[in-house]
């Protein structure tokens, strides 16, 4: 079967995923992309952080994860100016929450399919011999 061509990422949606990376990686305490890229154990390279926060690039979901893992569990030194942990971790469970939301990841088209595949009418189960 022949892919289909997907369509082209919204401007909103790119100026969404990069504010959500950005925001992640201040609160994690890093002011700079330089800061983060130079650590140890980043995903991503400097200019790919910020083509992905500035929205020339958008991350895949899988990328998307990895960046806010490290951000939040896995970067071994936090910046000056870092968010208490617990305010870092809710700071991201909302990034991911909010990007699962976007048409980007089709998060939303899978939920939508989902609904439509549910049974219409009772469901008869049936009863087991016994």
Not at 36 to 54: D, K, S
Not at 79 to 108: M, N, S
């Amino acid at each position: 079967m022949a892919r289909k061509k997907q369509p082209p990422i919204s401007d909103e949606d790119r100026e969404v995923v990069g504010r959500l990376l950005r925001e992640i990686r201040r609160a994690a305490g890093y002011r700079s992309v330089e800061g983060a890229a130079g650590v140890a154990g980043c995903p991503a390279a400097r200019q790919t952080i910020y083509a992905y926060e500035r929205g020339g690039f958008t991350p895949s979901l899988a990328q998307f994860l990895e960046l806010v893992e490290f951000y939040v569990l896995r970067a071994p030194v936090r910046g000056d100016g870092a968010k208490a942990d617990a305010d870092l971790r809710a700071q991201g469970v909302a990034a991911v929450t909010q990007a699962l939301t976007l048409r980007v990841y089709h998060v939303p088209d899978a939920m939508d399919l989902v609904a439509r595949m549910q049974p219409v009418g009772p469901v008869r189960r049936r009863r087991r011999a016994t």
